[in-house]
């Protein structure tokens, strides 16, 4: 096995740095979509709107989380970013599950 050169290395974090780009871009995504379908069915559903609310929140979190992790010089700092991407997509996520289960709920009551 040959040694690690310092370009090995470099390309190396140079690697890691734009996965964590796109690992922020997926996280967004998924938030994205999660809000999208909580404002569509809470809306079809005559819900208050909270829920929905929240995801659009959480969403633009994520976003702003993705951008960070572009602007980020390090890998280190990027995949704080795209942690914190991830944690607001799941947040939206949890916001649409909530959308969901209030709909059921209503659903079972009729």
């Given amino acids: 096995m040959m040694p690690t050169t310092i370009a090995d290395q470099r390309q190396d974090q140079k690697d890691s740095l734009l996965a964590a780009q796109v690992d922020a871009d997926a996280a967004y995504d998924t ?12 809306a079809r559903a005559g819900l208050s709107g909270g829920d929905a609310a929240e995801a659009v929140a959480a969403a633009s979190r994520a976003r702003h ?3 960070s992790a572009h602007a980020a010089k390090t890998q280190d700092d990027a995949w704080t970013a795209a942690r914190a991407a991830w944690a607001a997509a799941s947040s939206a996520m949890e916001a649409l599950e909530r959308v969901s289960a209030e709909i059921q709920q209503d659903m079972r009551a009729a």
Avoid at 31 to 42: E, V
């Fill in 31 to 42: 938030a994205a979509r999660a809000s999208s379908q909580a404002c569509a069915w809470s």
């Fill in 65 to 67: 989380e993705a951008d």
